[in-house]
């Protein structure tokens, strides 16, 4: 795939829609990022594709901490099994969504913040089950096709978006 080169009109992506980027040049503003109306708008002050990949990076990580934070407590009452809600510490990552660590800390990566809600809930209830089962023998896949019977569709959609979501 193309590199993005960060020009207004390229093709960006939010909980699996697809928003094209308007980028604005203001020396005498403050820099932002905003959605609005179908337009992921960042405001710069100098045309540095550098700066407006680090704050669309900036962006994509605050939300990813608001959106991955909600889909976790939304999920929670399904993964019983799960006493005390685990802390999701962001990290990116270039070959996973997630990971759990054997004392239940679960890693996402910011960027799976870019894939359609399901396909978040299916990432994190892949973890969540890794607190109960730590491989992935035939107990953990039983759990998960519990908790969420379609997580092969969800996964299925994920790995054909990951090129595009993961791409600079
Ligand atoms: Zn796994």
């Not at 660590?101 to 396909?119: D, Q």
Request: hydrophobic share 40%.
């Amino acid at each position: 795939t193309i590199p993005r080169e960060y020009v207004s009109g390229e093709s960006h992506f939010y909980l699996g829609r697809r928003y094209l980027l308007k980028v604005y040049y203001q020396p005498n503003s403050a820099e932002t990022v905003r959605m609005s109306r179908g337009y992921l708008e960042v405001s710069v002050q100098k045309r540095h594709v550098i700066r407006i990949q680090k704050l669309l990076d900036l962006w994509y990580f605050t939300r990813a901490q608001k959106v991955f934070q909600a889909r976790l407590t939304a999920l929670l009452p399904i993964t019983i099994w799960v006493k005390n809600p685990p802390f999701i510490k962001l990290q990116v990552m270039q070959t996973q969504w997630g990971n759990c660590s054997p004392k239940g800390m679960i890693t996402l990566n910011p960027y799976l913040v870019k894939a359609p809600r399901e396909c978040i809930d299916y990432v994190i209830l892949h973890e969540l089950c890794h607190l109960k089962e730590h491989n992935h023998k035939p107990a953990f896949w039983s759990l998960l096709d519990r908790a969420m019977p379609d997580w092969a569709r969800h996964k299925a959609r994920l790995d054909t978006m990951a090129e595009l979501i993961l791409q600079k």
